[in-house]
């Protein structure tokens, strides 16, 4: 999360001092949306089925808010740089075995720099992205919980694309290997604008 940190705060003065010397071209935005994951909770609660020997109920979200805060920076009339910082909500999920009850729940945040091609008011990205996928957990046996937290990080690649009119857009982003981890993908619907 350290390095995170200072890469945002190097990102905020570098783009600060960029946008003043070339304040009519590069654009900042916000973006907010929902984004979807597939925690496998049913896969969760199989094994959990098979290791106790009882059935399992479950419940788990779909998905969960995102915002995202971007710089964009033209080289050319129909190709930008973008780079930017996301952060999500938790997606969580609850499973119940008789005299026993676990939940999970995950937050990402990171990191992005892309690739930006401009048709008209289509657009298109490609890019990678560093991030850190949090997740904290619980089991709770005979009134006793037992909390467990982890946080992985690593990087990944995205692709997306959208329209942009008036400036704002609308968009879908898919971001691969959330935290580094294989599993662990996002897709990403927002609304933002550009000022």
Same mark, same amino acid.
């Given at each position: 999360m350290n @390095?995170?940190?200072i890469f945002l705060l190097i990102l905020v003065i570098t783009f600060t001092g960029i946008k003043n010397s070339v304040s009519d071209e590069m654009r900042m935005g916000i973006e907010g #949306? &929902? %984004?979807y994951a597939d925690m496998r909770a049913e896969e969760t609660a199989q094994l959990l089925a098979n290791a106790s020997g009882s059935t399992v109920t479950y419940t788990y /979200? +779909?998905?969960t808010w995102i #915002? @995202? &805060?971007f710089a964009d920076m033209p080289l050319s009339s129909e190709m930008s740089f973008e780079v930017g910082f996301f952060l999500t909500g938790s997606l969580d999920a609850t499973y119940t075995i008789s005299g026993a009850s676990a939940s999970e729940g995950y937050d990402a945040r990171g990191v992005d720099a892309a690739a930006v091609f401009k048709s008209d008011d %289509? $657009? $298109?990205k490609v890019g990678m992205h560093r991030s850190e996928l949090e997740g904290v957990a619980s089991l709770t046996i005979g009134g006793t919980t037992y909390n467990v937290s982890e946080t992985i990080s690593g990087t990944g690649y995205l692709v997306g694309g959208g &329209? +942009? &009119?008036d400036g704002s857009r609308i968009g879908l982003t !898919? !971001?691969? /290997?959330v935290g580094g981890d294989g599993d662990s993908d996002m897709t990403m619907l927002y609304y933002g604008v550009m000022f």
């Open positions: @390095r995170i940190k #949306g &929902l %984004v /979200d +779909e998905a #915002g @995202r &805060l %289509v $657009f $298109f &329209l +942009e &009119l !898919y !971001y691969s /290997d």
